[in-house]
């Protein structure tokens, strides 16, 4: 079975090798090392993914406590694909509503294998979802939109989330909350094509540019990196000369965005893509 173990906690020498030893003693393969260092914040970030024989499930996951405890790392243990186990999502939102209902809907319905575990905000305009859909909300906001990042992880871990789906969740997550996340486990959908208009005003750009192809991209969050290869899906609407801004960003929220991260979604928890060395690549 494969598994991702992610480390993050102040830095000092010695701690790769004990994780590294714990899983080459119990017989493990390791298929990928990342590991980074925040130099002026002295913290220490490591992710790798293993393959080991899941009868040693609990020695792992023992041997990785006792190495956190003595190291003072968080560190997480994750199977992608555990057996008999659906995904457990934490939908992220802000303002928009239309993409984090497109996603309950499609588990509601069927079309993402998964079950919705939370919502979690920064603000309370979405919180009529979590009553429509009957799943826990939780707000993690400051009256002025700011957002407890460390209580968003602390929800994750305590619901036992598999994917946090960023469904126009309006926040930056910092470096640390992606690296305990790592390993292809944080979805976003970027309301803009990709990598031609990143930032936070992408149609207005395009429009700007007197585009007349529009689309949103949906992609695996990746710690210290802009998205680039890491891009799950993209969907794409032509409008005609002269359309309003309005119109196209109306078509965009309502229409365009929640279809392109509904599939992104999908493919994940089906186990077509995932993410390696901080690329997409193909399962079947």
């Given at each position: 079975m494969r598994y991702v173990i992610t480390a993050v906690g102040p830095d000092h020498r010695g701690l790769a090798d004990p994780i590294v030893h714990c899983v080459t003693q119990l017989g493990g393969n390791i298929a990928e090392i990342q590991m980074y260092d925040h130099d002026e914040a002295s913290v220490f970030s490591m992710l790798t993914r293993v393959e080991l024989d899941p009868a040693q499930d609990a020695l792992l996951r023992q041997s990785v406590a006792e190495i956190s405890e003595r190291t003072g790392l968080s560190i997480r243990t994750w199977a992608p694909r555990e057996p008999g186990r659906r995904p457990r999502l934490?939908?992220?939102?802000?303002?928009?509503?239309?993409?984090?209902?497109?996603?309950?809907?499609?588990?509601?319905n069927g079309v993402i294998n998964a079950d919705a575990a939370a919502i979690i905000s920064n603000r309370q305009v979405c919180r009529g979802l979590a009553d429509e859909f009957n799943v826990p909300w939780h707000y993690i906001g400051e009256a002025d939109g700011s957002a407890d990042d460390d209580r968003l992880i602390d929800i994750c871990d305590e619901l036992g989330v598999d994917y946090i789906i960023l469904a126009r969740y309006m926040r930056i997550l910092p470096p640390s909350s992606c690296w305990k996340y790592a390993g292809g486990r944080i979805i976003n959908l970027h309301h803009g094509l990709l990598p031609s208009f990143p930032g936070m005003?992408?149609?207005?750009?395009?429009?700007?540019?007197r585009m007349l192809t529009y689309g949103a991209t949906c992609h695996f969050i990746v710690p210290e990196l802009d998205a680039g290869n890491q891009i799950i899906n993209q969907t794409t609407f032509t409008v005609a000369p002269g359309t309003p801004r309005d119109e196209i960003i109306r078509r965009g929220e309502q229409q365009n965005e929640p279809a392109c991260l509904v599939e992104g979604v999908r493919r994940v928890v089906d186990g077509e893509v995932a993410l390696h060395f901080n690329r997409v690549v193909a399962l079947r």
């Open positions: 934490a939908i992220c939102c802000t303002l928009r509503t239309e993409t984090p209902r497109s996603v309950l809907a499609a588990i509601a005003r992408p149609y207005h750009d395009a429009h700007a540019a």
